[in-house]
Every structure is written in C-alpha cells, then in structure tokens.
T-cell receptor, first 107, second 115 residues
Framework: KNEVEQSPQNLTAQEGEFITINCSYS?????LHWLQQHPGGGIVSLFM???GKKKHGRLIATINIQEKHSSLHITASHPRDSAVYIC?????????FGTGTRLQVFP | GAGVSQSPSNKVTEKGKDVELRCDPI?????LYWYRQRLGQGLEFLIY????????KSGLPSDRFSAERTGESVSTLTIQRTQQEDSAVYLC?????????????FGQGTRLTVV
C-alpha cells in the first residue's frame, strides 16, 4: 500500500526566508504532484514531476526516484505564499494525497 | 481544451436541493477522477472513469452521490438532496490513460456550500 508522508505539518517563516517542504512515498510511482491550496479553498496544481527538478518563479520542486522523496522549495518567501501545500503520488490510477503542510509567512 | 475545466467555480445551494458539478477534461484523456476536500480535512478520492465506465464506485460517500461521463469527455458529479456535510471543494483531474503511467492534470475545483 502506498503511503505519502509530508513534513513538517505546520511551518511558519519570516518574509524572505528559504522554505523546504518534504514528501516521502513508499512505492514506485509514475508522477508526483505538488498542489497549493489557498485559504479560500481553491486548489492550484504547482508541479507534476516524474524525475529531476522543475522551477517556476520562486518555486522549485525536486524528486529523487531512488529514495522515493520529493521536496518543494520556496525562495524569498512572501506572505502571499501562505497556504497549504499538498503532495500527491500517482501510480496507475488514483492519486494518494499527503496530509498537507500549512505554511504561514509573516511580514 | 488547454487544461481541465470545472464549473461552476463556486456554488451555494440550499439544503435538500440537487446540484450538478461539471468537469471538462483535457481532450483525449480517457481517465478522469473526482476528489473532494471538506473543510479542515485532507483530499479524499470519490470515483474515477476509464472511458465512460466507472469500475470503482466505493469512494462515493452515499447513494445521494452519482457521477457519469459521456463521449469519453465531460463528466458530471450529481449530489441529490444536499446536506451541509456535502460542503467541500470538489476537484477533478484527468490523465491520458489508466493502467499506464500517465500524469494527471487538475482542475481548479468547485467550492460547494450547502446552507
């Protein structure tokens, strides 16, 4: 059974700090998703990774297939980055979601 | 289309009314998934389609929930006699196929509020 674990569960940071959120999964997957859920509830797909590294603006996502681990990094964090970040692993059909990391960035 | 589209983006309905949520997947994607997230809870799987068929309906929370897909395209999630506990963000995703390793693409969700 595939399980997805995220850490930390909660994270607070000062504006400008570099942030890392980690995600581990237990079985081989086809893709790893990072999602962002805003306080209002809307969910945005940030990245979909099957290998290596992707970058979009201040966000960077990496995945290590051998270690079954992915990280989401936020550089120069800003209060508008405050949200819940969710990773989800994808096998052959449904996705398995982590419980999310609640990030608060203070000015 | 360019991405997965869900409508409406927000829906407020009175308890006891029926609602329909729509998902337009990426053209050519044969697999389609519905998830939901209730306030303060994690995302939960509801149902998936391979083509127009839904092999596994065990994730639907009650018999008030139903879903269909036509033309291997648009899918509708219907909730009958809505209850307050149905309030949630309903998320749709699609992928090229099941059974092969294909990435899934997400819509932005429908926020349903039952008052």
């Amino acid at each position: 059974k595939n399980e997805v674990e995220q850490s930390p569960q909660n994270l607070t940071a000062q504006e400008g700090e570099f942030i890392t959120i980690n995600c581990s999964y237990s079985v081989g997957i086809s893709a790893l998703h990072w999602l962002q859920q805003h306080p209002g509830g809307g969910i945005v797909s940030l990245f979909m990774l099957s290998s290596g590294k992707k970058k979009h603006g201040r966000l960077i996502a990496t995945i290590n297939i051998q270690e079954k681990h992915s990280s989401l990094h936020i550089t120069a964090s800003h209060p508008r980055d405050s949200a819940v970040y969710i990773c989800a692993s994808q096998g052959t059909d449904k996705l398995i979601f982590g419980t999310g990391t609640r990030l608060q960035v203070f000015p | 289309g360019a991405g997965v589209s869900q409508s409406p983006s927000n829906k407020v309905t009175e308890k006891g009314k029926d609602v329909e949520l729509r998902c337009d997947p990426i053209s050519g994607h044969t697999a389609l998934y519905w998830y939901r997230q209730r306030l303060g809870q994690g995302l939960e799987f509801l149902i998936y389609f391979q083509g127009n068929s839904a092999p596994d309906k065990s994730g639907l929370p009650s018999d008030r929930f139903s879903a269909e897909r036509t033309g291997e395209s648009v899918s509708t999630l219907t909730i009958q006699r809505t209850q307050q506990e149905d309030s949630a963000v309903y998320l749709c995703a699609s992928s090229l196929a099941l059974g092969t390793f294909q990435p899934a693409f997400f819509g932005q969700g429908t926020r349903l509020t039952v008052v």
